[in-house]
């Protein structure tokens, strides 16, 4: 018999003499992340014990063994990946509720008991409108190219997937649709007007002016939602084509509003919005990264799923690289093209203007010598021989010009509120994807400067958050209104020096 | 002694392709002072810098924003030594007018091609972005135009081209002009098409193209 003793609770766990640490902690009901299950790869169920930090999914329990366990579970886990805020949630006497986030690529709801807050189930699925597009501009132009048709047939889709999954979530905690009180929904500006069926053509063109930014509120049904006859439909609101209301979710989620000091909330994707609290004050623009970050445009690019290299390390002994999945590679996604220009930067075989080191000025014997191919006169780096697998140099240009947009956001917003990277307190990074990069990737890319490093914080999912937060209060709906209205928006491309803010934010950190 | 034109105008070159905007400053005052002549001093200084920048750019050893800077470092030469060409005619040279059609504000592309066009000799009428789309026309028509160049970055602008084809055929002038188009979402198919005379993918390659079609050497 061997027993661990939590530090900071007291906690007594008994468990068998050479027990695995992280399944006994798992199996008392102890709050340890282990997103790759136990195979000691992830590196974030570690634990202290007894002052040294080790990996719990590879430590035995021998004896007596007191544990610091280094990552509280955060409340309402269930609800989504994400931070959720202390707050007042109204008294319900019973009823439902169904909270929605919108994003171009993927829809994710959640049913509420309304009563108790609890999340009873969820759902997620690709965005049916993808048949339309993959990106907003896309199935904006969609709507160019079939005035007839266009506006009504993205609404379809959208409405038909989302009553897809009220069913998938009503099935599954047993609650009949009809039971549903309020709906609650955050989306970018797009996907809110084709939503509501309303014409998105506008946020397509310069001056990129929507329809409408303000919160709405209707019954559910008029847009073809099933679920009760009166069932309420409530759409956060927005400030702007490009930041829209899981921006402003997000934003409250992090409580920028009560922001004393200077703080930046950062949404990495196809377009990077970025929203900063500078005492009091809050400021917020878009930038377009192009969607390298996601593995697209880039040669041996793929999105996140089984076979994607996720993370590499280049050594001397050679190319380390990561699957999802742990399966053969087959392709680099967004996590993984980061890890890997991180990794080259870090060994100086790409500059930090971008290009790749000449292989003539390496000598034979170095270890970085057979890394590097000619394919004509082009540099290309070996990742994986057997797959097949090269980053060329267009691939890092792709990742310089997300990073050159994101940081030139960053940087005028900073340079508006006249103030510097030092001053900054917190970064939090908000967003599925934002959440699959470490600090050492957005840092040693330089998409955030290093002065920041210490700083982040990941938010997970903050826009259904936010719908969350709506959904269990009034007053909540009121202050995100409140907060949308004093969001300040800087449209980038009219900012004075743009070009110039933009070819210096191109340059890569040096090592 | 005095310094050697030759030195200097190596000075001058170099500063453009690491794009040092104080050398260059600095070497076309002493170039000037040394009572070099100015058209040399761009041509085989400036201009040739920017050349060697482009091929590096062709190579891809230089990036969009590289080969900014160095334009920006060849604008500062060509400010301290224009004022001192002699006066000629600007008729001799071949012109065209440039810009991001109605709706987009994307313009770095636009901006590189057309520093890369004026650095091949071309006299380039920069429109700016979100142009509307009669502008195309009504400068052709006025400047007497030999390119009519148009770039968007989004997949919603980019009918706009094909509109100012309409409207150059509506003015009589489609065919005393060449249309050029590029930007993101534009390929060949799309500039087939719309009927446009040239897409290129870069703008070294635009020159090039333009050059081409112009008969130029």
Do not use: W
């Not at chain 1, 947009?405 to 917003?413: E, H, P, R, T």
């Not at chain 2, 059609?101 to 000799?121: F, Q, W, Y």
């Amino acid at each position: 018999m061997a027993e661990v003793i939590i530090r900071q609770t007291g906690q007594r766990i008994v468990c068998e003499d050479g027990a695995n640490l992280l399944e006994t902690l798992l199996g008392a009901g102890i709050f340890v992340d282990n997103p790759c299950n136990g195979k000691g790869k992830c590196g974030k169920c570690k634990v202290k014990v007894e002052g040294e930090t080790l990996l719990s999914c590879l430590t035995e329990v021998h004896g007596r063994m007191e544990v610091e366990t280094l990552h509280k579970e955060r409340k309402h886990k269930v609800l989504t990946k994400g931070y959720l805020p202390e707050f007042e949630k109204d008294a319900y006497d019973g009823g439902y509720g169904i909270v929605i986030d919108i994003g171009t690529t993927t829809v994710v709801t959640g049913l509420i008991d309304l009563q108790t807050g609890k999340e009873l189930a969820n759902a997620s699925m690709i965005n049916a409108q993808k048949h339309f597009g993959l990106d907003v501009l896309t199935r904006i132009t969609y709507e160019y190219e079939h005035p007839e048709t266009g506006i009504q047939e993205l609404q379809e889709a959208i409405v038909n997937s989302i009553n897809g999954m009220l069913r998938e979530v009503c099935d599954e905690a047993g609650v009949a649709k009809e039971e549903i009180c309020e709906i609650d929904v955050a989306a970018n500006c797009t996907m809110m007007h084709m939503l509501l069926g309303v014409d998105a053509r506008s946020i397509g063109r310069s001056p990129y002016k929507p329809e409408f930014l303000e919160a709405k509120m209707l019954k559910a049904k008029e847009i073809g939602i099933e679920a009760g006859d009166d069932t309420v439909l409530y759409c956060l609101p927005q400030v702007s084509a490009y930041i829209g209301a899981d921006i402003v979710a997000g934003a409250y989620v992090c409580e920028m509003q009560k922001e004393k000091g200077n703080v930046l909330f950062i949404d990495i994707g196809t377009n990077g919005e970025i929203v900063l609290a500078s005492d009091g004050r809050l400021m917020c623009c878009s930038c377009a990264a192009g969607p390298a970050l996601e593995g697209m445009n880039i040669s041996a690019g793929m999105r996140a799923a089984e076979g994607a290299i996720e993370d590499v390390k280049i050594t001397e002994h050679g190319v380390e690289v990561v699957t999802i999945g742990d399966q053969n590679p087959v392709g680099i996604c967004g996590s993984g093209i980061l890890a890997v220009v991180k990794e080259l930067l870090r060994t100086g075989l790409v500059k930090k203007n971008g290009a790749f080191i000449k292989k003539e000025k390496l000598k034979e014997e170095d270890y970085r010598y057979p890394m590097i191919r000619l394919n004509g006169t082009k540099r290309e780096f070996i990742l994986h021989k057997e797959a097949n697998l090269f980053v060329t140099q267009g691939d890092v240009r792709q990742v310089q010009l997300a990073k050159g947009a994101i940081l030139s956001g960053f940087v005028a917003l900073l340079n508006k509120a006249g103030i510097s990277m030092d001053d900054l307190d917190k970064v939090m990074i908000a967003g599925q994807f934002g959440a699959h990069l470490p600090a050492d990737s957005l840092v040693g890319t330089g998409i955030l400067p290093e002065a920041v490093k210490d700083k982040l914080v990941y938010v997970g999912n903050s826009s259904k958050t936010g719908a969350y937060m709506t959904l269990m209060s009034k007053k909540v709906k009121r202050e995100v209104e409140e907060l949308a209205a004093k969001m300040d928006y800087m449209e980038l491309a009219e900012t004075d020096n743009y070009e110039r803010v933009f070819t210096e934010s191109m340059i890569f950190p040096a090592f | 002694m005095a310094v050697s034109k030759e030195e200097l105008l190596k000075r001058l070159s170099d500063g453009v392709l690491e794009m040092e905007e104080d050398d260059v400053v600095e070497a076309a005052k002493e170039y000037l002072e040394a009572g070099y002549p100015a058209f040399d001093g761009i041509m085989e200084g400036l201009v040739d810098g920017m050349n060697r920048a482009s091929e590096l750019y062709e190579a891809e050893e230089y990036f969009v924003t590289d080969v900014l800077l160095c334009s920006d470092a060849m604008y500062v030469g060509l400010d301290v030594l224009r004022p001192h060409l002699p006066e000629v005619s600007s008729d001799a040279k071949v012109k065209g007018v440039i810009g991001v059609v109605e709706g987009d504000t994307h313009d770095i592309g636009k901006n590189l091609v057309k520093i890369m066009m004026e650095t091949a000799g071309f006299e380039m009428i920069d429109l700016g972005r979100d142009v509307e789309l009669q502008k195309f026309v009504d400068v052709a028509k006025e400047e007497k135009v030999d390119l009519v160049c148009m770039s968007t970055l989004m997949t919603t602008t980019m009918g706009g081209m094909e509109t100012v084809i309409h409207l150059l055929e509506e003015a009589g002038i489609r065919d005393q002009v060449k249309v050029m188009i590029g930007g993101g979402p534009i390929s060949q198919k799309f500039a087939d098409k719309i009927g446009a005379d040239a897409y290129t993918t870069n703008a070294v390659e635009a020159v090039k193209c333009a050059k081409k079609m112009l008969n130029i050497a």
